[in-house]
């Protein structure tokens, strides 16, 4: 079964196999947050070659069904053609020399899903059908994207939460009060109300205020008063 994970994929080695559509794009994602990307192919894209002069990826001209032990060096292979005879190939491959597989022709079958993305200010989401149908995917990434673009309250209240962190950190207050607190936050209706004014330094004074007071609370319970 698939979890979602972020992955840090800068300077990780990510081969494209196929030189297409789909191959472009899936090069283009990972090569924009710095991955080394290899493209194999016999024909690529005009925007492949573009990239290639400048130096953002590699092309290296070579039909799928040859490639063996090229793939061994890279982290994630990801499989762009048509052609889906040549997968199982690829996932023993992928068992043979440890390396993470995406199918962008298989949604039952793939190993790593490559969702639609979205996010604003420090808030990120990722969505995905398994296959069932990309354009649901991408109107449900779009009533999120809305929701986050429409809601300002939201980021007052993610950058008070993100104090109180640091804040309880710098205090030294110990992890399990740390987790009380946070859960005391999450549902207080105070601070939603100074989040909805957009007044951050009062939310963060607030959140101070109330970790303070907590943390003396429960560090009495502990000490038996």
Do not use: C, W
Not at 21 to 27: D, E, H, L, N, Q
Not at 93 to 103: D, H, I, Q, T, V
Not at 153 to 180: D, G, Q
């Amino acid at each position: 079964m698939r979890i979602p994970l972020y992955i840090e994929f800068g300077g990780r080695k990510v081969a494209v196999i196929g030189g297409g559509y789909v191959g472009t794009s899936r090069a283009k994602k990972f090569a924009e947050v710095g991955a080394q990307v290899t493209v194999f192919s016999l024909n690529f894209s005009e925007e492949l070659l573009r990239m290639s002069e400048e130096g953002k990826i590699r092309l290296v001209k070579k039909e799928a069904s040859v490639l063996g032990e090229e793939l061994k060096e890279f982290d994630l292979v990801v499989v762009a053609i048509e052609d889906r005879s040549l997968n199982g190939k690829f996932k023993e491959l992928g068992r043979k020399y440890r390396f993470l597989l995406n199918l962008a022709n298989s949604a039952e079958d793939t190993e790593v899903v490559v969702p639609f993305e979205g996010g604003k200010d420090g808030i990120r989401f990722a969505v995905t059908t398994e296959g069932k149908s990309g354009v649901v995917a991408r109107k449900v990434r779009e009533i999120f994207q809305n929701v986050l673009e429409s809601d300002k309250t939201i980021y007052v209240f993610l950058s008070a939460m993100e104090h109180l962190k640091r804040y309880m950190k710098e205090k030294e207050i110990p992890v399990n009060a740390r987790m009380k607190i946070y859960s005391i936050m999450g549902s207080s209706q105070e601070l939603m109300r100074i989040a909805e004014t957009g007044n951050l330094e009062e939310a963060k004074k607030f959140v101070e205020k109330i970790a303070e007071e907590k943390s003396a609370e429960l560090k009495g319970v502990r000490n038996g008063f």
